[in-house]
């Protein structure tokens, strides 16, 4: 079974300062990692994912997340937060095989305030 | 390209009603999924497709529970009797896997359609 934990349901920054949402994984196999974001009352818009490749991904919006296999993690961060990025941020695991269902965490809460 | 489309995205039913949400995914994605979501927790899995057929059902999606997609295009999600803790956003999303293609996991999600059930 796969799963991820989000540490922080809520995570408060002021503008223009460092973001940063943790997520750690389990997998018995080698994961597909995944970053979404849900602004209210809409769907899950993709950010970035992992899928074996480079280890350090980049995504839509400034966003970037790194994976580290030794610590099981896929942080996801952004130098310079803007509150357009306000929303909750949800990291998600897969594995090749895996049916592209994906496993969620419980979301992680941004607050961006002046 | 019109992203996957969900109706209605917000529906008021009593207990023991039956509902149905459709859903319309984009038109070349062959893989359909269902997801349900309530407050403060992420998206968990109810079903997938590949093209009409069903392939997997979580232990979430009970007997009160079906799911169709009967021309491997939209999909259908009925609730019978429904209960109060039915009371979700019921998420679609589609993707599309076609012969070697790397299976990479990719979900593009509709907005949801939002059920309260008084």
């Known amino acids: 079974a796969q799963s991820v934990t989000q540490l922080g349901s809520h995570v408060s920054v002021s503008e223009g300062a460092l973001v940063l949402l943790r997520c750690n994984y389990s997998s018995s196999v080698p994961p597909y990692l995944f970053w979404y974001v849900q602004y209210p009352n809409q769907g899950l818009q993709l950010l970035l994912k992992y899928t074996s490749a480079a280890t350090l991904v980049k995504g839509i919006n400034g966003f970037e997340a790194e994976f580290k296999k030794s610590e099981t993690s896929f942080h996801l961060t952004k130098p310079s937060a803007h509150m357009s990025d306000a929303a909750e941020y949800f990291c998600a695991v897969t594995h090749t095989g895996g049916g592209n269902k994906l496993t969620f965490g419980t979301g992680t809460q941004l607050k961006v305030e002046l | 390209d019109t992203g996957v489309s969900q109706d209605p995205r917000h529906k008021i039913t009593k207990r023991g009603q039956n509902v149905t949400f459709r859903c319309d995914p984009i038109?070349?994605?062959?893989?359909l999924y269902w997801y349900r979501q309530t407050l403060g927790q992420g998206p968990e899995f109810l079903t997938y497709f590949q093209n009409e057929a069903q392939l997997e059902k979580s232990r979430l999606l009970s007997d009160r529970f079906s799911a169709e997609r009967p021309k491997g295009s939209f999909s259908t999600l009925e609730i019978q009797r429904t209960e109060q803790g039915d009371s979700a956003m019921y998420l679609c999303a589609s993707s599309s896997l076609w012969g070697r293609q790397v299976d990479t996991g990719e979900l593009f999600f509709g907005e949801g359609s939002r059920l309260t059930v008084l």
């Open positions: 038109s070349e994605h062959n893989r």
